[in-house]
Structure formats: structure tokens, C-alpha cells
């Protein structure tokens, strides 16, 4: 299929040329077909090397049995046997069917002015009835659209496993009584030092302590244990909610306690305070919930939406690259052209030869600053991947 794409042809060369000069008087156009050799390769070794599969869809991406052809690394991914050439509707049929619509859509998008289009957890065949997780991106170049496939899998299977998790967690609070705790205030001042803590067994196991020994009934006993970051806000938000005698300030906080193996994990503790007719607190009682694992599925939604910000741009950079060296291709090619006309004209000097070959060999020169470019939006995508 790329071959056709750079393929030139009698019949354009004809149109191309000036009025009163034959096709059988022009000499052979060596320059052209090997400049046209060398941008087919650049745009294979794109494919190549790219961390993630691609495909080129080229002509109409709404026509099902439009052409399109996947790389090697797309073939491996889908576990196809590599074919340069395939109608698209082989490409539409590996989705799963929930996504088979969705990337119909997107290719219609491209062709309506969406040059850019993302789907993201779609689930595509990869032989034997297998299905993995990609994240499906397109860029429209015009005459051809440049599809990549970022196997997501991995994250998909962590993403499993933290529903899991969160959904143990969840059954766990159901079945076990949360960290219960409660404080008698004597004379409603809530800073007496003899004021009766009593942390049930419960909040003790959340620490990692068995016994009343190991975890006395003190205040001092949750107090020294709590994150340096955290300690101030605690005991202000503590103190907020027992010295309001309209009793409308609650208490309620996220906060890392240490546990008895010295690591630090994260609870949130709530409370309520029985008071007087004047507000006056008397008791106050609340509990401690675990929530270490849905601290550790935000962090890691974060670092997952920071790695697939850098995905769309990269992936997009490519794109673009891809699309700057088809131009140049086309470039080369008119140039050759016009190298060879001049060339039959001045005979066999050949004067004006010279500066049309100094214009191809700076086109050329930029071909090789862009396939640097590309080099090192591989090395940004092996790291992002690392």
C-alpha cells in the first residue's frame, strides 16, 4: 500500500510537464525514484520503531474496504500474520463488539474535521479468542490517516486488581467493626488531663497493637503516633469541633497515623460530642476507617493520567513528523522532475542540473533532522514507559 502511495506514475508526470516536451524525449529520473526509495524507508522504520503498534489508513477512513495496512508491531500485538495490505473492515472486525461502533465513529470523526481522536480501554481480539485492553488513538493527515495502538493491558489488570482490593476493603468494613473510640469529659473541659480515653480492640488491631499495655487508654497514645504533616491539623480540628458549643462544627479528617512496625498509613476519623442544653461537651465518641488503599488508587489514577497526557502528545508529535516527511517527499519528487527536464534541455552539460541537485540534497538533510526528532520522541516514550 505505501508503495502505491509513493509510486510515480507516466500519466502525472505528463500533466507535469511543460507544453511541446514528450515523455519518450525525457531522460530516465533516476534522482527521483531513489529520493522516493529513501522516504518510503523513513516512513517504514516510523512504523518500526515506535513503542506502540500503528496502522495508515489510506483513502476514505469511512469506507470499510478502504485500504489500510498495520506495522509489524501491530501484527504482533493482534496476533496477525504481517501482510503489507488489508481492507479496514478486517482492522473494524478485531474490536470487541461494545467498542466496534466507537472506533467507527472516530474514524467518521476524522473525516468531518476531527483531526485528532482518542478511545480509551477498548478491548480488541488478539487471536485464539483472546482479548487485551488498548487505548486507540488517530491523527488525520490528509490524504491518510495514521492510527496507533498503546497496549494498555497492564494497566487494565491493575486497575482489577485495585477493584478488588477497594472491594475487600469495602466488604471488610461491613463485616468488622471500624476503630471505635470514646472520651469522657470531665467538667467539659476537654483539655483535662483526666479525661478517660478508651480505644477499643478494634483500633488497637488497626495499629498493629493487641493489649491495653501495648496501647494504653491515654490520649497521648493516638497523639504521639500521628504524621509530623498531620499532627497540628489533627489536634486543631479536635479541639474546633469540642470547643464549639453550637455543636456545628464537625470532625472530620483524613490523617497518617504510625503503626507499631514504624510505617505510617492513612485513616480517617469522625466523631460526634454529646453536650448540655448550653452546649457543654460530655462525651464524645467516634471511630478510625482504614483508608490506605483508596489513598494508593488516587495517586496511582494520577500518575495514570499524567502517563497518558504524555502518550496523546507524543503519539500526536509523531503524527505530525509523518505527515511533514510526506510533504517533503512530494517535494523531492517535483524537484527530481524539474531536475530532469532541465537536464534534456541544456543536453549534455547539463548546467542547471547543479542547482537543482543542491535543493535535494537540503531537503534531504531536513528528512534526516526529522528522523532525529523522531529518535528522541522514542527516547521521551521508553522513559515514560519505564
Not at 36 to 43: F, G, N, T, V
Not at 148 to 171: G, I, M, P, Q
Not at 357 to 378: F, K
Amino acid at each position: 500500500m505505501l508503495n502505491r502511495i509513493f509510486k510515480n506514475k507516466k500519466k502525472n508526470q505528463l500533466h507535469s510537464m511543460p507544453e511541446g516536451i514528450r515523455c519518450d524525449d525525457t531522460p530516465s529520473v533516476e534522482p527521483q525514484e531513489k529520493d522516493s526509495e529513501e522516504a518510503r524507508k523513513l516512513i517504514y522504520q516510523v512504523m518500526d520503531f515506535a513503542k506502540d503498534g500503528m496502522g495508515i489508513v489510506s483513502g476514505s477512513a469511512t469506507d470499510a474496504h478502504t485500504t489500510v495496512w498495520l506495522s509489524k508491531k501491530a501484527c504482533v500485538q493482534f496476533g496477525l500474520s504481517y501482510d503489507d495490505e488489508r481492507p479496514l473492515l478486517d482492522l473494524i472486525a478485531l474490536f470487541n463488539s461494545a467498542d466496534r461502533e466507537k472506533f467507527k465513529q472516530l474514524l467518521k470523526n476524522s473525516v468531518v474535521g476531527d483531526q485528532h481522536g482518542y478511545m480509551h480501554d477498548c478491548l480488541i481480539e488478539t487471536g485464539k479468542g483472546y482479548k487485551r485492553g488498548f487505548n486507540v488513538s488517530l491523527n488525520n493527515l490528509g490524504s491518510m490517516t495514521l492510527v496507533s495502538f498503546e497496549d494498555v493491558n497492564e494497566n487494565l489488570e491493575k486497575e482489577k486488581d485495585y477493584e478488588t482490593v477497594l472491594t475487600r476493603f469495602n466488604l471488610s468494613r461491613e463485616m468488622l467493626n471500624d476503630g471505635l473510640w470514646d472520651l469522657d469529659i470531665i467538667n467539659g473541659n476537654a483539655m483535662n488531663p483526666d479525661n478517660v480515653f478508651w480505644w477499643s480492640e478494634q483500633f488497637r488491631k488497626l495499629l498493629g497493637f493487641e493489649t491495653v499495655e501495648e496501647f494504653p487508654d491515654v490520649m497521648d497514645s493516638w497523639a504521639s503516633r500521628l504524621h509530623p504533616e498531620d499532627k497540628q491539623l489533627a489536634l486543631d480540628a479536635f479541639g474546633k469541633h469540642l470547643g464549639d458549643r453550637t455543636g456545628q462544627t464537625d470532625f472530620d479528617i483524613e490523617y497518617r497515623l504510625m503503626l507499631r512496625n514504624g510505617k505510617y498509613r492513612w485513616f480517617r476519623a469522625r466523631g460526634q460530642t454529646k453536650r448540655k442544653a448550653d452546649g457543654t461537651p460530655l462525651r464524645a465518641v467516634g471511630a478510625l476507617i482504614d483508608i490506605q488503599a483508596l489513598k494508593d488508587r488516587q495517586v496511582y489514577e494520577a500518575q495514570q493520567q499524567v502517563y497518558r497526557q504524555d502518550s496523546v502528545e507524543i503519539t500526536k508529535g509523531i503524527g505530525e513528523l509523518v505527515s511533514e516527511n510526506s510533504n517533503i517527499a512530494s517535494q523531492i519528487k517535483l524537484i527530481s522532475l524539474n531536475a530532469s527536464i532541465e537536464a534534456a534541455r541544456a543536453g549534455v552539460q547539463g548546467r542547471g542540473f547543479s542547482v537543482i541537485a543542491s535543493e535535494i540534497r537540503a531537503l534531504a538533510e531536513r528528512t534526516a533532522e526529522i528522523t532525529g526528532q523522531i529518535s528522541r520522541l522514542q527516547v521521551r516514550m521508553n522513559n515514560i514507559q519505564k
